[in-house]
């Protein structure tokens, strides 16, 4: 398997070479039958994910973000969607794993990995731990770095609202909360509409799409406002 970087990024081809290794020849195999088939019982959803193989990194590391922008989860390798046991076909999804959580994903995203011997079959289960510096980016095929939130059994994108969320939380500095005719507009909205959808606010509101995302982040932060995800799309309502 070759990985391909931009000249900005080098890979030191011995080091990840050593730690396949490692993997390879030192990590254990636990017997714990009643354990995976009880996670497998649970199917898939926000904080588990099935894979019958990994054959590219760059996709899996978009999973990786979507645990860590979220609470966590994790990956069961070598099980099927419907939950049937196919086995990883070789330790390579191992080194793949740690590629993308690496090389893929800006910040990294730190993983534990264990393999387990299920019906003679292994099964690589990946925990997947929550960031403390969120957002977490995925490079996509294009060399794009995208963020993404997991919502059901689904990896879906984060919208500029999640973002401005995820950069006034890191900020160490307090904020000064204002309650101006823009804010008093937004409770108004919220309250005579059910949900509100960006692009509606901004018409509504009159104004501009970062002055709103800018405002619905805060109310978010605040605990005031909510995003709900329905119909492939967000929505924003008041909690």
Known sequence: MRFFLSKKREFDIKKWHLRFFVYFCGMKVQIKTDYIHALIAEGEHWQQDFKFE??????IAKTLSAFANTQGGRLLIGVKDNGKIAGVQSAEEQYMIEAAAEMYCKPQVKCNMQNYLVENR???L??????LQKPVYAQDNDGKWLAYLRI???NILATPVHLRVWQQSGREEGELIEFTERERLLLQLLQDNDRLSLNRYCRLAHLSRPAA???L?????YGIVEAVFE???????LK
Not at 217 to 221: D, P, V
Not at 231 to 237: C, L, N, S
């Open 122 to 124: 292994t099964v690589l």
């Open 54 to 59: 990994i054959s590219d990194a760059r996709k």
């Open 126 to 131: 990946v925990q997947v731990e929550e960031s």
């Open 152 to 154: 059901k059994d689904e």
């Open 217 to 221: 982040a805060k109310f978010i932060r």
């Open 231 to 237: 119909d492939h799309k967000f929505h924003f309502k």
């Open 213 to 215: 995302q800018h405002l």
